[in-house]
């Protein structure tokens, strides 16, 4: 696994994130929100999580300026998960329908321009002297796969992980905006807290703690990554359960985040069961990222992003909810929630001194 994912490196990233999602603020959200208005919360932290890695570094034809292009192209790309990305066309062969033939075809593309981006920023590094830019994250990518002795394909492998963590997170606020619909208590305590701690850098991401209660509770509940998959290497037995080797098999993290044997009153969205940080009971009764060795790559800029894009929001705007009765489409032929209309709030810009006394 890369070591530019791991939680140390955070520290050193954040603050260059901030200035990126002011950018976004002014380019992307106040022209969608103008003087007041009701928005799709999902489309808007879409178009958010879609352009922040073209500001972050991993710039390409589909950057900052055309984010709703990437969104599509990542839902295409989710469709086949999880198909082994590294060649599709061999998981599949000729047996794949045209649509499935289709968005091969568009993870070839994206793997192909991930090369070229790992190209193209190797032959502009070797001109560079010194350190790398701390706000560059591909060059960053590089360096740190470099360190560990992996190949420019696990970079292309971590490129695409970054786009899609960001699409996820989109869906993941999605969710969260849809239970807070029925609980604006939580929401109002949420905003305060939010509100009362300017974002300046890692250590004050982390005084964000309700904040962050609020996101695992809306993980528990509605988990972007349903179900995760597994192969067998060896024959294996698992309480009573015999499990032959050179098999696949399927987990529900959906399932087992509801399961009342460790979650009491589970179907409530209740952030205090997380007061004490993640829930002293067994770690793989709770793994939204995954587990293990293989566990999402992105976790920690997930978390990240998700605070910083909640800061944002809670601080330049006023969020009101428009009840629809939607709730998070859970589609189990899928490995991933679907949302699909709303959450709709009428968002109001709040005023420069109503932001700056704060």
Known sequence: MT???????????????????????????????KGGNVVDLHELSTIIFSALPGVVGL???????EPEEIGKRVNILLDIIPAQLANPMKTFGEMASTKKRNTIQMVIEMRMMGRNMVHEKRKEMEGWEGQNPSDDLLAWLITANDAAGLND???????????LVMDNMSKQIGSLFIYLVNHPEIYQKMETELRNTPITGQRSLAKLTYTEMVILESLRMTPVLLRGTRWMKNDATV????????VQFQYSQYV?????????????FDPERFANGIPGVDDMTFFPFL????ACLG????MVSMKLMLSMMARNFDLTPQPTGTVPIVNQAMAVTRLKGGPFYYVQPRSYEQVNEE
């Open 239 to 246: 309480d009573g359960y015999h499990i032959p080797g050179d």
């Open 59 to 65: 710039d390409c034809p589909m950057g900052v300026d």
């Open 3 to 33: 070591t530019f994912f791991q939680k140390q490196n955070m520290t050193e990233l954040t603050p260059h994130f901030i200035p990126l999602m002011d950018r976004l603020l002014e380019t992307k959200v106040k022209p969608m929100v």
């Open 299 to 302: 976790k920690h800029v997930a």
């Open 291 to 294: 587990a293990g060795p293989r």
């Open 153 to 163: 394909e696990e970079v292309v492998d971590d490129i695409l992980t970054v786009y």
């Open 256 to 268: 087992l985040h509801r399961n009342k044997k460790f979650w009491p009153k589970p179907r409530e």
